[in-house]
C-alpha cells in the first residue's frame, strides 16, 4: 500500500482459496439438498442459504476492505459462522438416518482432499467411484447419500480451515495497522508537515 493511499487496493476475493472452496461447498450443497432433502422443508432452504452465506460474505468481506477492516474481520467471521452451522447440518442429516461418519482417520477424507475437485460434478465423479468398490473391512457397500454427505462434510472442513487462517490473518493486520481512520490520521498528519526539507 502507497503511505499517501487513502482507499488501498481491495477486492480480489476470487483470488482468495478460502473463496473457491467455500463456493464448490455451496455448489455441493445445492446438487445434494436437490437430491436428498425435500425441496419444500425448512432444512433445504436453511442449508442452501448457510453455504451461500459462506460465500457471499467472504466477497463482502473483501469489498469492504478499503474502508473498513474491522467490517472485513466481522464478515468473513460471519462466513466462517455460517459454514459451521452447514457442516453441523451434514452431521444431523447422518445422524438421523443412522449414516455412519467418517472419523479423522478414515482414509476417504485425506483421498478427497488429495483429489482437488473444481466442480460439484467431480465430486459427484467422486462420489460414484467410491461407491462402485467394495465397503471399507469387508463391510457393506456405502449409500449415496452417506458418501456425499461426508464428502461434504469434507469440503466444509477444509473452508474452515483457510477462514480460520485467514481471520488470524486479518486480525494481526488489523491490530498492527489500524483501520481506515487510524490511514486518514497518519495521511492528514503527513501533508500538514508537508515535503520534507533536505
Known amino acids: 500500500m502507497a503511505e499517501d493511499s487513502l482507499i488501498p487496493k481491495h477486492g480480489g476475493y476470487r483470488k482468495l482459496k478460502s473463496f473457491h472452496v467455500a463456493q464448490l461447498c455451496y455448489d455441493v450443497t445445492v446438487r445434494f439438498c436437490d437430491r436428498y432433502i425435500e425441496k419444500r422443508s425448512r432444512t433445504h432452504d436453511q442449508m442452501v442459504q448457510a453455504a451461500r452465506s459462506g460465500v457471499q460474505n467472504i466477497a463482502e468481506g473483501s469489498e469492504v476492505s478499503a474502508t473498513s477492516k474491522k467490517m472485513e474481520l466481522k464478515l468473513t467471521q460471519v462466513a466462517r459462522a455460517s459454514l459451521e452451522e452447514l457442516r453441523l447440518d451434514y452431521e444431523d442429516f447422518l445422524r438421523h438416518r443412522s449414516l455412519p461418519f467418517w472419523p479423522d482417520t478414515d482414509p476417504r477424507r485425506r483421498a478427497l482432499v488429495a483429489q482437488r475437485c473444481a466442480s460439484a460434478e467431480e465430486v459427484a465423479a467422486w462420489v460414484k467411484e467410491q461407491h462402485g468398490r467394495n465397503g471399507q473391512d469387508g463391510l457393506k ?48 498528519s503527513a501533508r500538514r508537515q508537508g515535503p520534507s526539507r533536505p
Open 141 to 188: 457397500r456405502p449409500t449415496y447419500p452417506e458418501l456425499a454427505s461426508n464428502a461434504a462434510h469434507v469440503l466444509i472442513g477444509v473452508a474452515c480451515v483457510l477462514l480460520d487462517r485467514q481471520i488470524a490473518t486479518q486480525a494481526a493486520a488489523f491490530e498492527e495497522e489500524g483501520g481506515f481512520t487510524e490511514r486518514l490520521y497518519r495521511i492528514r
